[in-house]
């Protein structure tokens, strides 16, 4: 038996001073985004604002329903339109926010294991990186591409494809 470790790198930031311009803008948007999340089952207002390599930026926003899984999360609601309206141009960053009683959350909310698998498939798709920026009021964690959370993440090399 062989024992072996992965293990995944993230960056901590107290401020959003201490990020560059386009990840601020990008954080505002899924600020914005959570604005539009329908909620009302969870009241779990999650927002999420993906940038494309040309520069757009497109939100997303969860979007429950009364059957349960039948709802979406915000960053899959992002990356679908994202990758539906520009399938030919990669995602390379993506920020999520969460909104709970009024407020941004302190601790951030990472994607959930399904959006992982989701975004995993668009970097693969393009065989580009997803930077990924999640904010909370408290602190705020960034990694440099979806891996860092999903290091078992499966592929199309696990259905023998290339
Ligand atoms: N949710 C997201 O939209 N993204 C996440 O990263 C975690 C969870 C949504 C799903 C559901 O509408 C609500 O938050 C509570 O789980």
């Given at each position: 038996m062989k024992k072996k470790e992965t293990h995944s790198t993230f960056y901590e930031y107290a401020?959003?001073?201490?990020?560059?311009d386009k990840q601020q803008e990008l954080i505002q948007k899924a600020i914005d985004a959570a604005s539009s999340a329908y909620a009302p089952y969870s009241q779990f207002y999650v927002g999420a604002a993906v940038m494309l390599e040309n520069g757009t930026i497109i939100q997303g926003s969860n979007q429950e329903n009364s059957?349960?899984?039948s709802g979406l999360c915000a960053e899959r609601t992002a990356a679908f339109y994202a990758n539906s309206q520009y399938p030919d141009t990669p995602i390379v960053a993506l920020a999520v926010v969460a909104r709970k009683d009024g407020k941004i959350v302190e601790k951030p909310v990472p994607p959930c294991g399904s959006c992982l698998q989701a975004l995993l498939e668009s970097e693969k798709r393009h065989q580009t990186t997803i930077e990924v920026i999640l904010y909370g009021s408290s602190v705020i964690h960034r990694a440099a591409n979806i891996e860092q959370f999903l290091p078992f993440g499966f592929t199309s090399l696990d259905l023998g494809g290339s």
């Open positions: 401020s959003l001073k201490e990020l560059g059957a349960f899984p």
